[in-house]
């Protein structure tokens, strides 16, 4: 079981990325999927949510409305579009399983990727 | 949204000692209430969820207990692999899915 991130590079403010984050070693969609995110000698926060099939999505208010994610369930691919990205989105950007696909999951972050960094910096 | 509050911010303990962290939540989180470890360079890893359940291959040294708004991670007996930081999480009441700011278990 495993979560590959890659994307990730220096950008200028006002810019655009896209982060992907590819899994393998079990039944992608079957899980729904999440970005969190860590800012240098920060703590983590949660950016955006997307459910298994992909019909619920949800943001934080710190990304809503610059950052889209989506999944791409015959490829095992989870995406993130970052757009207008600002200073302060500069962080490592993990990919996060969210074991909810049985009635026994444990509801958590249970499976997480390396780590993609981003840097925003003119 | 949910704030959580983790303390101390920083514990310093000796190996063979037991760890005691706090996590309260703003408003009840009923047992909703996870707990992950990041060592240094590394993704964060999950310990306990729903409170009180090990997390798969997690040594029983670590323990969760708690409900409502106040809860505790505990290491019985620390080994030297356990000095990382460790975070809550909460799931009751999403989005947003909200982590405290984290408690540094360091070496004394």
């Known amino acids: 079981v495993q979560l590959v991130e890659s994307g990730g590079d220096v950008v200028q403010p006002g810019g655009s990325l896209r982060l992907s984050c590819a899994g393998s070693?079990?039944?992608?969609?079957?899980?729904?999927m999440n970005w969190v995110r860590q800012a240098p000698g920060k703590g983590l926060e949660w950016i955006s949510y997307?459910?298994?099939?992909?019909?619920?999505?949800f943001y934080a208010d710190s990304v809503k409305g610059r950052f889209t994610i989506s999944r791409d369930n015959g490829n095992n691919l989870l995406h993130l579009q970052m757009n207008s990205l600002r200073d302060d989105d500069t962080a490592v950007y993990y990919c996060?399983?969210?074991?909810?696909?049985?009635?026994?999951?444990?509801?958590?972050?249970?499976?997480w990727g390396q780590g993609t960094t981003v840097t925003v910096s003119s | 949204e949910i704030v959580l509050t983790q303390s101390p911010a920083t514990l310093s303990l000796s190996p063979g000692e037991r760890a005691t962290l706090s996590c309260r939540a703003s408003?009840?989180?009923?047992?909703?209430l996870a707990w992950y470890q990041q060592k240094p360079g590394q993704s964060p890893r999950l310990l306990i969820y729903?409170?009180?359940n090990r997390a798969t291959g997690i040594p029983a040294r670590f323990s969760g207990s708690g409900s409502g708004t106040d809860f505790t991670l505990t290491i019985s007996s620390l080994e030297p692999e356990d000095f990382a930081v460790y975070y809550c999480?909460?799931?009751?009441?999403?989005?947003?899915?909200?982590f405290g700011q984290g408690t540094r278990l360091e070496i004394k």
């Open positions: 996060a399983r969210f074991d909810d696909s049985s009635g026994y999951g444990s509801w958590a972050f249970d499976i």
């Open positions: 070693g079990f039944t992608f969609s079957s899980y729904s």
């Open positions: 997307v459910s298994g099939s992909g019909s619920s999505i």
């Open positions: 408003q009840s989180v009923t047992s909703f």
């Open positions: 729903d409170a009180s």
């Open positions: 999480q909460q799931r009751s009441h999403w989005p947003p899915f909200t």
